[in-house]
C-alpha cells in the first residue's frame, strides 16, 4: 500500500495529459540512441553493428529496474516516483551529451534506462487507478508513447544536421528539466475516498487470474522482443532499403516517424473495442496481422515498404492496451504496481535482447531483413496467448462497481 509520508508529493494525483506527455518522453528518450548510434560510432571508431552493442545495457535496465521502482512506489508514493523520473532521465540524457568515450556512453545509457523504468509500472498504475473507460484511456495513453517513438527518430535526424549525436541528448534532456517543474507543480491532492466508492472494496484477484496472467507473460514475452526490435531497427532499415527513393538521414528519419506517429493511433481504435468486445478475440486478431504484415515488410523495399511496415506498426502497437486493460480486470490496484513492474520487467528486458540478436545476425552475415523474419514468427506465440487467455464474465471483473457488472450480466 502507499504511504503518505513521502511529502510534499505524497498521495497526490494529475491529470491524465501529464501522464501521457511523460510517457511520450519516456520512449522519445530510450531512442535517441537508436538513430544517433551510427553518428555516435563514426565518432568512436565503431561500426553501427559493434555500437549498438553499447545500448543494451539501458534496455536491460528499462526492464529490469522497474520491480524497484513499484517497490520505491509502494514504500513512497507513485507521484514522488513520477517526480524523480522526470529530473532522472533528463539529467541522464544531458550527462550521455558530454560523455568521453564509449563505456561513458554506455553507462549514460544505463543511466537514462534506471530512471525510464520508473513509468511504465508506476506512471500506468495512477492511470490505472481510475477505473472509468480504461481501455480508451491506455489507448491514448499508448498514442502519447508512441508518438514519443515516432519523434525520436525525426528530432534526432534534425539534430543531427545541425549539430551531432551529443546535441541529439543534450537538448531533450533540458526539455525533461523544464517539464520536471511543471509535472510537480501540478500535483494535486488525491480523493481516494471517491475512487473507493466507484470501485470494488476488494483486494481478490478475479477468477482464473493465474490462466489469464500466464496468457499476459506469453504475450508480453514475444510482443516485448516484436516491440523493441521494431522501434529500434525500422529506421536503421528504411535507410539501407528505401535506397531508392533517398540517401538522407532526415528523410528516412522522418518516414519511420510517420510510420509510428500514423500507427500509433490503432491503439485508440483497440482501446476502443476493449471496452466492449472481448480482448480474446481482440488480441487473437491483432497477433494474426502482426504475423502477415511484418513478414511481408521483410519482403519489400521503398513505398512497397513504407505500405507494409505502417500496417505491421498498427498490429504492433495496437497490442499494446490490450494487456494492460486485461490486467486492470484481473488484478486489484493495491497489485497493480507490482504486476505491471513484472510484466515490464519481462517484455523491456526481452525487448533489450533484440540489440545484440541483431549486433550478432548482422555480423554473421545475415541481413536485417532476417530479423523481421524472425519476428514474423514471434507473433504465433501472440496468437497462442490469445488462445491460452480465458473468456471472462462481466461479473468476474474487478476493475467496475459491483452494481455495474451486475447490470452487464442481465
Avoid at 23 to 37: R, T
Avoid at 279 to 301: D, E
Avoid at 310 to 336: E, K, N
Avoid at 348 to 372: K, R, T
Amino acid at each position: 500500500m502507499q504511504k503518505s509520508y513521502a511529502l510534499p508529493f505524497g498521495n497526490k494525483t494529475i491529470p491524465d495529459i501529464y501522464l501521457n506527455i511523460g510517457h511520450f518522453l519516456d520512449h522519445f528518450i530510450m531512442l535517441i540512441f537508436a538513430k544517433s548510434a551510427y553518428d555516435a560510432g563514426r565518432e568512436f571508431g565503431l561500426d553501427y553493428d559493434e555500437i549498438i552493442a553499447y545500448g543494451a545495457f539501458g534496455f536491460v535496465l528499462f526492464g529490469g529496474m522497474a520491480p524497484v521502482a513499484a517497490q520505491l512506489a509502494d514504500k513512497f508514493s507513485r507521484s514522488l516516483l513520477m517526480v524523480l523520473y522526470h529530473f532522472g532521465i533528463g539529467l541522464a540524457a544531458i550527462i550521455a551529451g558530454y560523455t568521453q568515450s564509449v563505456w561513458q556512453l554506455a553507462a549514460s545509457i544505463a543511466l537514462i534506462g534506471v530512471f525510464a523504468a520508473i513509468y511504465h509500472p508506476v506512471g500506468i498504475a495512477m492511470l490505472i487507478k481510475n477505473n472509468h473507460k480504461i481501455g480508451f484511456r491506455l489507448g491514448v495513453n499508448g498514442v502519447f508513447g508512441n508518438m514519443g517513438v515516432a519523434a525520436a527518430p525525426l528530432i534526432t535526424g534534425i539534430l543531427l544536421i545541425y549539430g551531432d549525436w551529443r546535441l541529439c541528448f543534450a537538448i531533450p534532456g533540458m526539455f525533461c528539466l523544464a517539464y520536471g517543474v511543471v509535472f510537480a507543480l501540478a500535483l494535486k491532492d488525491g480523493d481516494d475516498a471517491v475512487t473507493l466508492k466507484k470501485t470494488r472494496l476488494s483486494d481478490a484477484f478475479a477468477p482464473h487470474w493465474r490462466r489469464a496472467l500466464t496468457a499476459l507473460a506469453l504475450s508480453t514475452a514475444s510482443g516485448g522482443f516484436i516491440f523493441g526490435a521494431m522501434t529500434f531497427v525500422v529506421p536503421r532499415y528504411f535507410e539501407i532499403s528505401m535506397t531508392n527513393l533517398t540517401n538522407s538521414v532526415a528523410v528516412t528519419g522522418l518516414l519511420a516517424a510517420i510510420v509510428y506517429a500514423m500507427a500509433s493511433f490503432s491503439q485508440i481504435g483497440v482501446g476502443w473495442l476493449i471496452d466492449r468486445f472481448s480482448p480474446k478475440t481482440i488480441l487473437f486478431s491483432v497477433a494474426c496481422g502482426q504475423v502477415v504484415f511484418i513478414f511481408l515488410a521483410a519482403t519489400y523495399t521503398d513505398l512497397a515498404l513504407f505500405a507494409a511496415m505502417l500496417v505491421a506498426m498498427c498490429f504492433v502497437f495496437g497490442q499494446i492496451p490490450i494487456t494492460d486493460t486485461i490486467l486492470s480486470r484481473y488484478v486489484p490496484d493495491v497489485w497493480r504496481g507490482k504486476v505491471l513492474s513484472i510484466k515490464f520487467l519481462l517484455n523491456l528486458s526481452i525487448g533489450a535482447s533484440v540489440l545484440p540478436i541483431c549486433g550478432m545476425l548482422m555480423q554473421a552475415g545475415f541481413a536485417m531483413a532476417n530479423l523481421f523474419n524472425l519476428m514474423s514468427a514471434v507473433a504465433i506465440l501472440v496468437m497462442l496467448a490469445a488462445i491460452i487467455l480465458p473468456h471472462q464474465a462481466p461479473s468476474e471483473r474487478i476493475d467496475m462497481p459491483a452494481s455495474k457488472s451486475s447490470v452487464l450480466t442481465k
